[in-house]
Nanobody
């Protein structure tokens, strides 16, 4: 499975960005789609995740500011980020858990990462 992420960039504090990630390849089903981030000198952390049924979970630090959504028809996941803060600066990674057939074990796939910089 290949993941293509886009939408990162430089934004001022309080601004907004929208990240998108599209999955392609041998996909029978996608269980979880999510976004992680890694700031310089820190460990990678979960930002938000969405299940195939649309249930969501967010890191406490982004609740109320970020919204994750998915387009099952396009195997895509989006992250709308509002009220951005300097501490949101990080490389954001798309993550997908998928199966290539109905009997395959779930497999994790990662995108290449997209840089989000929040600075004035």
């Amino acid at each position: 499975v290949q993941l293509q992420a886009s939408g990162g960039g430089l934004v001022q504090p309080g601004g907004s960005l929208r990240l998108s990630c599209a999955a392609s390849g041998s996909i029978f089903s996608i269980n979880f789609m999510g976004w992680y981030r890694q700031a310089p000198g820190k460990q990678r952390e979960l930002v938000a995740v969405i299940t195939s049924g649309g249930s969501t979970n967010y890191a406490d630090s982004v609740k109320g500011r970020f919204t994750i959504s998915r387009d099952n028809a396009k195997n895509a996941v989006n992250l709308q980020m509002n009220s951005l803060k300097p501490e949101d600066t990080a490389v954001y990674y798309c993550n997908v858990e998928s199966q290539s057939t109905w009997y395959s074990s779930p497999k994790d796939s990662w995108g290449q990462g997209t840089l989000v910089t929040v600075s004035s």
